[in-house]
DNA sequence: AACTGTAGCTAGACGCTGTAGACCTACAGT
DNA sequence: ACTGTAGGTCTACAGCGTCTAGCTACAGTT
């Protein structure tokens, strides 16, 4: 019966229904083309050709209103929680999460910030199915329940701290030549940041793909070397070895309720 | 004419002249006190006892009010460039970068969300204060220019996630008795997600301080793995002891320029 | 002694915000 | 015909950030 949902509703395209939807995409919209900042309610609410007050037909408030838009986004990480390969698993689900990050900078404040006020069991489900998924990926694979959230945590713990970082130096003036210029370096007296204001070109190559590739090489190896093999001390030397991954088998774990 | 308008709000002085360290040591007090969004204008120059548009005295606008309160607290994060053990002091450096989040939780949102909107040549100087402390110090110890960044990229980026990690799970009911109900987990369907229900022991458990130095001796012992000559670094497994470190005579490049 | 400059502060106003409350309309079920 | 409900609108209010103008107190100059 519906129609495709004809998402491009940025200019008052009217008389289409507002379902939630539609509100969230539109809000989503105009935060990646403004920021959240410049998001009001009466601003949505023009773009989508309608009063105000409707969109409290679909979020008790404002902040509400912002968490489902960072829910929107989060949905689109998916994990397959059946996949033996836990490791590369997780690299697949890093890869995606920088993408999201990537193709909607200005959600991530809203990603990282939103949870702070709200407990876990509160947060819109959508925000909460990677952990689930996750965390019966590493049950699956025969770590402990323990074992799975902190691999979880360390993981997505170094994957926003990546995201915030890449991002961070995302922010320049494109059409500066210079690369002390482009970064805004020039303004530091030279006597105080000697450092920073030399490696001006290697913070303008900034490779976050590869950076982040070689920070889960670490977390993945070292978190192995420290949970699954009880005794073995981590052999140091090369990093990135994707395929080899030492597993348990165990018969999978049944869902428990307490 | 006017004797000073009315009561001071909070414990401010009123007959106190009004600095640019008193007005952000406030705006830091109402912060800690309520949180970032019921900072106002008018609220911070009521806790003063003035008039809202001394503010603008001391601080362009709102957001470079909130730098300004960002960078007070992110000045206290002292790094000492000369210590011969990078990796103990690296250590130290997260120890008190995770006190301060924890002692300003209310900041924590402004500390990663606002180096998104300004470039890094543009940040308050106080701010990239550890950036350049850490560059020091690394290259002090041998590291190039770029591995030293990426040290210190990989470390801050832990170190920011692990706190967004930390203080999410702080959120919560701390008047319930049962886990699940002091995490709002009992709101989530048990059929969807039974794994993170079944976990909230483990979730409730939470030891913060732990769990940044197990990330921190996976991430420690991994970068010096790739990074240096394949000779072994400090071994991993336990982990405080701030007092001494092994140390690495290391050869390759001591530039010690200044 | 009067004049000017300036630093610190205040008063008022403007346009915008989030949202409460009343109200309207169209339609479904009885 | 009556009632309930979902969707939508209008008006209004308190509070917001900040612009402009102005006040007071004092320094230095003439």
Redesign the pocket.
């Known amino acids: 019966m519906n129609p495709p949902p004809s998402a491009p509703v940025d200019d008052a395209a009217v008389s289409n229904?507002?379902t939630r939807e539609v509100v969230l995409a539109t809000a989503l919209a105009l935060i990646d083309l403004e920021g959240v900042d410049r998001l009001?309610?009466?601003?949505l609410a023009a773009a989508l050709g309608?009063?105000?007050?409707?969109l409290?037909?679909h979020a008790a408030?404002?902040?509400a209103l912002l968490d489902g838009v960072a829910e929107t986004v989060l949905v689109q990480l998916k994990v397959d929680p059946t996949d033996p390969d836990w490791a590369g698993q997780l690299r697949m689900v890093a890869r995606d999460y920088r993408r999201l990050a990537l193709a909607h900078p200005n959600v991530v404040p809203l990603l990282v910030t939103r949870p702070l006020a709200t407990p876990l069991g509160l947060r819109p489900p959508g925000t909460l199915r990677p952990l689930e998924d996750v965390l019966k990926l590493l049950t699956d694979a025969g770590f402990s329940g323990p074992d799975a959230l902190h691999i979880y945590r360390a993981v997505f713990g170094f994957l926003y701290g990546h995201v915030l970082n890449e991002l961070q130096e995302l922010i320049e003036r494109p059409d500066e030549v210079s690369d002390l210029l482009r970064l805004g370096l020039h303004r530091l007296p030279i006597a105080e940041f000697p450092l920073l204001r030399s490696l001006a070109p290697t913070l303008a190559a900034y490779d976050g793909a590869a950076e982040l590739e070689r920070g889960l090489d670490i977390l993945l190896a070292g978190l192995t070397a420290t949970l699954t093999a009880p005794s073995a001390a981590h052999p140091p030397g090369h990093a990135a070895d994707p395929a080899k991954r030492p597993r348990r088998p165990q018969s999978p774990r049944r869902s428990d309720s307490r």
Request: glycine share 0%; hydrophobic share 30%; proline share 6%.
């Open positions: 229904k507002v009001s309610m009466r601003r309608r009063d105000p007050m409707i409290y037909r408030n404002k902040a």
